[in-house]
């Protein structure tokens, strides 16, 4: 692993992120890397917008006529701010699905500002609040539009997870059969993919790619442009996934995942990209990584570097600047 973003308290090292990446274009060619990217990871949910296509490339989202915020909402790992939520509940009641249909669960790690709302206007913490009820009512409504079970939904047998599972395989070129194989929080299934193949994904994911069908080129299209309709939705007030769709006025898209991952795709460039910061503990590393590869290969201006804050303060309790975060020089 390549030492990728350091903590600084005063001028000393607290802190060391290691890590790996890929820089990757839509014909597999390597742009840029450093550390194991042919080591499969979990990505967790940076694969979420990956796992959308099912749902509009099947026809289930022109099916249950959903709008473009609702695609959006399917690609996220939203906050639980009262617009999230509004829409999970219209989608569910759209598609005729209950609460308990949703195998997502009750998440306890609200953003801290919604979970204070919640106790303080005496709300319930609902599973419309779980940054992946989107997804999950993607997955029900793909469900329940080829008539299939709801019951089982989110195990890997089932139909709809071995339709998600083959186009990610085809969408990286990776077959997952034999690789490493969880589950995620949400309860879905948690497939592996080496660095490599998540960001040769996310190219083919961003261009017009010809080893990509007609169909699925399409409703990529239409999924990026949700997100550019809707930036809010993939992540919530302040998140960085949309703040780098509002920065960029949708020129460049990026997914967080869970223990320090991040995918991105840069479509009029025809680039993906795929990290990981080894110990998962720190999303800062991670997104300083990607802000740094963004810049470095002038894929964001200069202005939009300073925006998605390149150098990250560390404050006192008492509100002064004690220290702060940068990448590390491994170029």
Request: hydrophobic share 40%.
């Amino acid at each position: 692993m390549t030492l990728l973003v350091e903590s600084f308290r005063g001028n000393y090292v607290e802190d060391k992120h290691f890590g790996a990446f890929a820089v990757v274009d839509n014909h597999g060619k390597i742009i840029d890397n450093q550390g194991n990217i042919e080591h499969p990871i979990f990505p967790r949910s940076s694969v979420k917008p990956l796992q959308a296509l099912v749902l509009v490339e099947s026809g289930a989202a022109k099916y249950w006529d959903l709008t473009n915020r609702e695609i959006a909402l399917a690609c996220a790992s939203h906050y639980g701010e009262d617009i999230h939520v509004e829409i999970a509940e219209k989608w569910a009641k759209k598609i005729r699905v209950k609460d308990a249909n949703l195998c997502c669960g009750i998440y306890k790690g609200l953003h801290w500002e919604v979970a204070a709302s919640l106790i303080r206007e005496h709300r319930p913490n609902t599973v419309f609040h779980h940054p992946c009820s989107g997804k999950h009512l993607g997955f029900l409504s793909t469900v329940l539009h080829y008539n299939e079970p709801i019951d089982g939904y989110i195990l890997r047998k089932h139909p709809v997870q071995k339709a998600i599972e083959q186009t990610l395989n085809d969408m990286t070129s990776f077959e997952t059969l034999l690789a490493p194989f969880g589950t995620d929080g949400c309860s879905a299934p948690a497939l592996t993919f080496p660095l490599y193949n998540l960001a040769l994904g996310f190219a083919r994911f961003g261009s017009d790619s010809q080893s990509v069908p007609f169909n699925r080129r399409k409703a990529a299209k239409q999924i990026l442009e949700a997100l550019r309709e809707h930036p809010l939705l993939i992540s919530g007030t302040k998140g960085f996934d949309s703040k780098i769709i509002e920065v960029t006025k949708g020129r460049v898209f990026a997914k967080i995942g869970a223990a320090g991952v991040y995918t991105a795709t840069v479509p009029d460039k025809g680039i993906g990209i795929a990290l990981k910061i080894e110990d998962g503990c720190s999303s800062k590393a991670a997104e300083m990584t990607l802000t740094h590869l963004l810049y470095k290969h002038n894929l964001i201006t200069e202005e939009e570097y300073r925006k998605l804050d390149p150098v990250r303060p560390i404050y006192s309790q008492a509100g002064h600047k004690v220290g702060e975060i940068k990448v590390a020089d491994y170029s």
